[in-house]
Each structure stands twice: as structure tokens, then as C-alpha cells.
């Protein structure tokens, strides 16, 4: 248990020796409540519904603060999977809050209950749960918790086979995401709104949906979430019929560190079923506008930085090939890969020139030749210092490679 965790429940405990419940009933039944509520963020559900039986009982006589025990009690009977008790429990809190005139407590509690219905199975009187709740929650100015209740109500009717009122649900979900400023909820309600299109045969509106997702779960920040969104977007590609999307979606949802089992295994089956290719990422930036390359190259080369020598030797062989094989454009590509390889940490950035340098020396004179040209003009257009690092990291790397060290 984390050492803050432990204060709260040794002055809990203290405040429960100070305040016993004979003669402080209520101090006494807060101090259960507060444990209670520590000990399930603790992960310890068992010793927090003994807690919270207690507030609830102690509580007697003053509902507001009895409906709060309630709900918490809910929440710890979830966890323990006891569902007909959680939603005994969670269903008292929802009439309570209702009685006082406690409509965003009272949407907590139904949103609550409308979880456990759906995983109780109990989709309609879920959906009617969930509706509710959304209804409180953007009458009363919640919008981020309407969102939420949005997407799980989108989710419930997914799983009953309904995917256009799912999609309809979750574009009002994505919308109250987006005015409440809620990234991380934007990115779920998206990612679910994605997979609701992907089921009603709207393969450009999910490709859309997923482009959203994959933008508000930053790889840095959200890595599984990222690699999910991603993921999904590669089955959406795949189902548009874009091979080369498809691969390179799947590919950077394998490669993201800390992806989810299944979210690997999905993506690895886009790949097995769309087919061997290693141009993919050129070939995207064929169809793609020029001022849209760097978004393409950056998630790519991202997911190079993150793999095993071998496979960021394999994308650099491959980025090679590419720009020789386009002539006209190989400076203009070379310079939004610069820019790419610029924005990284210094040591990461060598450990990609190196993976270049090294791929370039499978080459013959010639292609060589012709790859250091047309990336030492597209240098030349960076400002000086910039200039000066890329030179500087191309020729030292390659010296010490025993290659070719004029880059300029």
C-alpha cells in the first residue's frame, strides 16, 4: 500500500478510537465513510464495505450523507463482484439523492448502477440507466460526466447489435467531451465511436472517429490507449481498403511499448491478412499533401526509435528506397524527415543516422551517392545551427561506420 495511504488510514483509525460510535455516531460514521473510500483505493474492497456498512448504518437519520455511504458501498460491492447487492445499494443512493433534490449525486449513483446492470447483463434496464444519467448530467452543467455516460450508453447498445443508435449516442458523447475540454474522455467516447461506425458499414466516418481517438491519446502520455485507437484504425483501413494505412497503423500499435495483449494480437492479424510490404510509409506520402507529411513521418519514425536494432535498420533501408526511387521529390522528402529526426533527443536522433548510414552501405556507390546528395540540399534549407547538428551527427556517425563522411 502506498505510504500516504497508509497516513490516512492511521488517522483514520485514530479519529475512530477518539470518536466511538456510542457516543460521536456521526464523527464516528464519517471517519467509516472516509476509510472506507481510502481502503478501495487501496485495493482492498472487503475491508472497505465493512467501513462503509457501518457509515450507512450510522448515518441513519440524515439521507443525504447516508446516500453517499450507499453509493460508496456500491462501488466496493463491484468490486468484489457482488452485483445484486451493488445495485440494491447503488439503486437506494439514486432514490435518496432523487428525494433530496441532489440531481449531479443522483446521476453518479445511476450512472453507477446502469455498470452494474450491463455487466449483470441486464442491457435495457442498463441503457434506461444510462440515459438517465446522461439526461442529469447535461441538464445541471456536467458535461464531461454526460459524455461518460454518453459513451457507455453507446457501448450497451454496440453490444445489443444496435450500432446506429449506438453512433448516434456517441456523437452526442464525443460533442459534450469536446466542450468540456476532456481529452482523455474525447479520446474513449471516439475510439468507441469509431468501432460503432466500423459496425454500421460507415468505414469512412470510423476512419474518421479513430483518427480522433488515435490524436487525443498522445503515444507519450497514453501508450495503451494509443496503441488501441491505433489498433482500430488499422481494422478501419483495412475494411477501406487502404493496405498501406492499414500496415503502418498495425505496425505502430504493435510497436508501442506497453500494448495491450489484445490489442497486439488484432493488430498483428491486419498485418497477416493485408499482406508483406515495406514501402508503406513513402507510398502514404504519395497520396498525402505536402504540409501533412511530417504528422505521417513522426509517428513512424516514433515507433523506429522504439524497436530493436534490426527492425529501425529495416525502416531506414526502407525510407532509403523510397526517397531514391522519387528523384523529383527526394529532397523535399528528406527534408521533412530531417525535421522529423530533429525534434528527437540527441541520443535517440544518432541512433537513427547511425541505423541510416548503416542501411545506406548495402547500397551500391551510385544510390549512395545519390541519397547523401539529395539529403545534404535538403540540409541546406534548415537555419544554421540546425544545419550544423544534422551535418555534424551525418558525418561524425558515418566516419565512425568507416562511410562516406561528406554530408554537405
Known amino acids: 500500500m502506498p505510504p500516504e495511504l497508509d497516513a490516512a488510514l492511521e488517522e483514520l483509525d485514530a479519529r475512530l478510537a477518539r470518536y466511538p460510535a456510542s457516543r460521536y455516531p456521526i464523527q464516528h460514521a464519517t471517519a467509516q465513510f472516509h476509510r472506507g473510500r481510502v481502503l478501495i483505493e487501496a485495493g482492498c474492497p472487503a475491508d472497505a464495505e465493512q467501513a462503509l456498512r457501518r457509515a450507512v ?29 451493488a445495485q440494491n445499494a447503488f439503486a437506494r443512493a439514486e432514490a435518496a439523492f432523487a428525494a433530496e433534490d441532489k440531481p449531479l449525486e443522483q446521476g453518479a449513483a445511476t450512472f453507477n448502477l446502469g455498470l452494474v ?4 447483463g441486464a442491457t435495457m434496464a442498463a441503457r434506461r440507466s444510462f440515459e438517465r444519467a446522461r439526461q442529469l448530467f447535461g441538464e445541471y452543467g ?26 448516434r449516442a456517441l456523437e452526442e458523447a464525443l460533442d459534450a467531451s469536446e466542450r ?25 466516418a470510423a476512419v474518421t ?17 494509443y496503441a488501441m485507437a491505433k489498433a482500430n484504425l488499422a481494422l478501419a483501413y483495412e475494411q477501406a481498403g487502404d493496405g498501406p ?37 513513402v507510398v502514404v506520402l504519395d497520396q498525402e499533401p505536402r504540409d501533412r507529411w511530417l504528422p505521417v513521418i513522426r509517428e513512424e519514425v516514433t515507433r523506429w526509435a522504439d524497436a530493436d536494432p534490426a ?50 552501405a548495402a547500397h551500391d556507390e551510385d544510390a549512395r551517392s545519390r541519397f547523401r546528395r539529395s539529403t545534404a540540399r535538403a540540409m541546406a534549407r534548415f537555419n544554421v545551427p540546425q544545419l550544423l547538428r544534422v551535418q555534424q551527427v551525418f558525418s561524425a556517425t558515418a566516419q565512425e561506420l568507416g562511410e562516406d563522411g561528406s554530408w554537405r
Request: glycine letters at 10%; proline letters at 4%.
Open 245 to 281: 494505412r492499414a500496415r503502418l497503423a498495425a505496425r505502430q500499435a504493435l510497436g508501442t511499448p506497453g500494448s495491450d495483449r489484445a490489442v497486439a494480437a488484432q493488430a498483428a492479424a491486419v498485418l497477416e491478412r493485408s499482406g508483406a510490404a515495406d514501402d508503406d510509409l
Open 180 to 204: 468540456a475540454g476532456d481529452r482523455v474522455g474525447q479520446g474513449l467516447v471516439a475510439n468507441a465511436l469509431g468501432l460503432a461506425h466500423l459496425a454500421a458499414g460507415h468505414v469512412d
Open 57 to 85: 448504518q450510522l448515518f441513519a437519520g440524515l439521507p443525504l450523507e447516508q446516500a453517499k455511504a450507499c453509493n460508496l458501498l456500491g462501488v466496493a460491492l463491484r468490486l468484489r463482484a457482488r452485483l445484486d447487492e
Open 209 to 225: 472517429a479513430l483518427q480522433t481517438a488515435v490524436g487525443a491519446h498522445p503515444r507519450s502520455v497514453r501508450p495503451e490507449a
Open 117 to 120: 446492470q450491463a455487466e449483470a
Open 311 to 360: 527492425e529501425r535498420r529495416r525502416g531506414a533501408s526502407r525510407w532509403i528506397e523510397g526517397q531514391l526511387a522519387r528523384p523529383d521529390r527526394a529532397s523535399d522528402l528528406a527534408e521533412a524527415w530531417l525535421g522529423v529526426l530533429l525534434e528527437l533527443p540527441p541520443e535517440t536522433m544518432e541512433e537513427l543516422v547511425r541505423a541510416t548510414i548503416a542501411a545506406l
Open 142 to 167: 456536467a458535461p464531461e460526466q454526460a459524455a461518460a455516460a454518453g459513451r457507455e450508453l453507446g457501448s450497451v447498445l454496440l453490444a445489443a447489435g444496435d450500432a446506429d443508435a449506438a453512433a
